[in-house]
T-cell receptor, first 110, second 114 residues
Framework: TQLLEQSPQFLSIQEGENLTVYCNSSSVFSSLQWYRQEPGEGPVLLVTVVTGGEVKKLKRLTFQFGDARKDSSLHITAAQPGDTGLYLCAGQDYGQNFVFGPGTRLSVLP | EAGVTQFPSHSVIEKGQTVTLRCDPISGHDNLYWYRRVMGKEIKFLLHFVKESKQDESGMPNNRFLAERTGGTYSTLKVQPAELEDSGVYFC????????????FGEGSWLTVV
């Protein structure tokens, strides 16, 4: 069974601080996606990483896929209250299905 | 372009009753997925349709759950009879084409079994 772990589970920081969220697995994935989910809504895709070692930037968010395609990180620079939400990583197996991590709940205080 | 839509958005039913959830994928998307999140747990895969065919239903918890996608357009997920542990959020997602393509999630159907 493929499992994804995320750390930390909860994170509360002040506006302007930097943070990193980690997503780890013992399994290799064909791709990995990061989502943000807000209360009452479905997950919204932030990024897909495909190649081992790949780094993608989305404004203040930097995503990295591990060289072995088993782990990933999400770094947010100068966090803002609008970044508050549940961040989910999901690894895609070779059968096209996704395995989700439990999520990191981020709260950015003004 | 309309996104993935799900109906109902919320449902409260009694144990033993039947509930049918509907998902309309993005037009033209052959792949349709059902996922669910029960309280305190991570989002888990239920099944995957490619057009009208079930590609993978390994995540379906038991035979009280029946998913259909007649005609390869919208899909329904029926729970009969519902049990308390079925409470949670049922997400539908769709994608186009091959693996590694973006999948788009609906807002979820929130099911409460009392």
């Amino acid at each position: 069974t493929q499992l994804l772990e995320q750390s930390p589970q909860f994170l509360s920081i002040q506006e302007g601080e930097n943070l990193t969220v980690y997503c780890n697995s013992s399994s290799v994935f064909s791709s990995l996606q990061w989502y943000r989910q807000e209360p009452g809504e479905g997950p919204v895709l932030l990024v897909t990483v495909v190649t081992g070692g790949e780094v993608k930037k989305l404004k203040r968010l930097t995503f990295q896929f591990g060289d072995a395609r088993k782990d990933s990180s999400l770094h947010i620079t100068a966090a803002q209250p609008g970044d508050t939400g549940l961040y989910l990583c999901a690894g895609q197996d070779y059968g096209q299905n996704f395995v989700f991590g439990p999520g990191t709940r981020l709260s950015v205080l003004p | 372009e309309a996104g993935v839509t799900q109906f109902p958005s919320h449902s409260v039913i009694e144990k033993g009753q039947t509930v049918t959830l509907r998902c309309d994928p993005i037009s033209g998307h052959d792949n349709l997925y059902w996922y669910r999140r029960v309280m305190g747990k991570e989002i888990k895969f239920l099944l995957h349709f490619v057009k009208e065919s079930k590609q993978d239903e390994s995540g379906m918890p038991n035979n009280r759950f029946l998913a259909e996608r007649t005609g390869g357009t919208y899909s329904t997920l029926k729970v009969q009879p519902a049990e308390l542990e079925d409470s949670g959020v049922y997400f539908c997602a769709s994608s186009q084409g091959q693996a590694k393509n973006t999948i788009y999630f609906g807002e979820g159907s929130w099911l409460t079994v009392v």
